[in-house]
């Protein structure tokens, strides 16, 4: 399944990726701090999805109440029970 995401609360606007049963793959983030991202992108490709929400959930971007990370571990807790 592919899953388009508009973030809330950061600097990218949007997340894509592949969910293919519980495996992550294509991540791929729309604004953002790219370095980062890029890096993130790569080390969760084709990692399970408990795995990707248990290591980025609730990580906040300063004092921000959430982070690209955050956001990404909420597409896929929304789309995971779909």
């Known amino acids: 399944m592919h899953v ?3 973030t809330r609360g950061t600097c990218s606007v949007k ?8 495996t992550i793959h294509n ?3 729309l604004g ?3 370095g980062n ?3 993130i992108s ?4 084709g990692q399970k999805a408990d795995y ?3 290591k980025l959930k609730g990580n906040k971007c ?3 109440p959430t982070s690209c990370a955050d956001q990404l571990a909420c597409a896929i807790e929304e789309n995971i029970k779909k």
Do not use: W
Not at 15 to 22: A, K, M, P, Q
Not at 42 to 45: P, Q
């Open 37 to 39: 991202l890029s890096a």
């Open 42 to 45: 790569k080390l969760l490709e």
């Open 62 to 64: 300063g004092n921000r």
């Open 4 to 6: 388009d995401y508009n």
């Open 52 to 54: 990707v929400i248990k």
């Open 27 to 29: 991540i791929k983030f």
């Open 15 to 22: 997340i894509s990726f592949d969910l293919e049963g519980d």
């Open 32 to 34: 953002g701090c790219p």
